[in-house]
Protein backbone atom coordinates (compact mmCIF):
# COMPACT_ATOMS: atom_id res chain seq x y z
CA UNK A 1 0.00 0.00 0.00
CA UNK A 2 1.29 2.85 -0.78
CA UNK A 3 1.64 6.36 1.86
CA UNK A 4 -1.59 7.93 0.62
CA UNK A 5 -4.08 4.45 1.08
CA UNK A 6 -3.29 5.34 5.03
CA UNK A 7 -5.95 7.62 6.68
CA UNK A 8 -4.92 9.98 9.06
CA UNK A 9 -5.63 8.02 12.42
CA UNK A 10 -7.15 10.89 14.17
CA UNK A 11 -4.79 13.76 12.94
CA UNK A 12 -7.02 16.76 13.35
CA UNK A 13 -7.70 20.01 15.29
CA UNK A 14 -10.95 18.19 17.13
CA UNK A 15 -8.82 14.67 18.20
CA UNK A 16 -6.09 16.73 19.49
CA UNK A 17 -8.34 19.11 21.41
CA UNK A 18 -10.07 16.76 22.41
CA UNK A 19 -7.55 14.23 23.47
CA UNK A 20 -5.40 17.65 25.93
CA UNK A 21 -8.65 18.15 27.39
CA UNK A 22 -9.32 14.47 28.56
CA UNK A 23 -6.05 14.40 29.41
CA UNK A 24 -6.17 17.66 31.61
CA UNK A 25 -9.46 16.04 33.51
CA UNK A 26 -7.48 12.82 33.82
CA UNK A 27 -4.90 15.29 35.84
CA UNK A 28 -6.71 16.93 37.75
CA UNK A 29 -8.92 13.86 38.63
CA UNK A 30 -5.96 11.87 39.72
CA UNK A 31 -5.15 14.95 42.16
CA UNK A 32 -7.67 13.40 43.99
CA UNK A 33 -5.59 10.50 44.92
CA UNK A 34 -2.90 13.12 46.34
CA UNK A 35 -4.94 15.02 48.17
CA UNK A 36 -8.00 12.72 49.10
CA UNK A 37 -10.78 15.22 48.00
CA UNK A 38 -14.12 14.06 45.83
CA UNK A 39 -14.44 17.62 44.29
CA UNK A 40 -11.04 17.00 42.32
CA UNK A 41 -12.27 13.74 41.12
CA UNK A 42 -15.26 15.32 40.46
CA UNK A 43 -14.14 18.27 38.54
CA UNK A 44 -11.58 15.68 36.30
CA UNK A 45 -14.32 13.87 35.47
CA UNK A 46 -16.67 17.43 34.53
CA UNK A 47 -13.37 18.40 32.23
CA UNK A 48 -13.04 14.81 30.46
CA UNK A 49 -16.80 14.86 29.50
CA UNK A 50 -16.63 18.51 28.64
CA UNK A 51 -13.13 17.05 26.32
CA UNK A 52 -15.23 14.32 24.96
CA UNK A 53 -18.15 16.71 23.85
CA UNK A 54 -15.39 19.23 22.31
CA UNK A 55 -13.80 16.90 20.22
CA UNK A 56 -17.80 15.61 19.01
CA UNK A 57 -18.30 19.62 18.12
CA UNK A 58 -15.18 20.50 16.47
CA UNK A 59 -15.53 17.31 14.37
CA UNK A 60 -19.19 18.70 13.13
CA UNK A 61 -18.30 22.46 12.58
CA UNK A 62 -15.17 20.98 10.33
CA UNK A 63 -12.28 20.37 12.50
CA UNK A 64 -11.92 16.54 12.40
CA UNK A 65 -10.98 14.21 9.42
CA UNK A 66 -12.45 14.58 6.19
CA UNK A 67 -13.86 11.31 5.07
CA UNK A 68 -11.98 8.52 4.74
CA UNK A 69 -11.48 6.81 1.21
CA UNK A 70 -13.52 3.82 2.26
CA UNK A 71 -16.48 6.13 3.25
CA UNK A 72 -16.17 8.05 0.07
CA UNK A 73 -16.41 4.96 -2.02
CA UNK A 74 -19.41 3.62 -0.04
CA UNK A 75 -20.58 7.00 -0.95
CA UNK A 76 -20.25 7.07 -4.69
CA UNK A 77 -17.51 9.13 -4.98
CA UNK A 78 -14.25 8.51 -6.94
CA UNK A 79 -11.03 8.33 -5.31
CA UNK A 80 -8.26 11.12 -6.62
CA UNK A 81 -6.87 10.25 -9.57
CA UNK A 82 -9.61 7.59 -10.54
CA UNK A 83 -12.92 8.01 -12.06
CA UNK A 84 -16.21 5.91 -11.65
CA UNK A 85 -15.35 3.21 -13.85
CA UNK A 86 -11.98 2.75 -12.95
CA UNK A 87 -11.50 -0.64 -11.01
CA UNK A 88 -8.21 0.93 -9.90
CA UNK A 89 -5.52 -1.82 -11.31
CA UNK A 90 -2.80 -0.68 -13.94
Known sequence: MS?????????????????????????ISSLALIFPSAFFFWVGVAVMVVGAALGKILS????????????????GHAEPGQNRHDSGTA
Not at 3 to 27: K, N, Q
Not at 69 to 75: G, K
Open 3 to 27: ETAHESHGHSTAAWTSVGVILLGGL
Open 60 to 75: MAGYGDKASSHAARAA
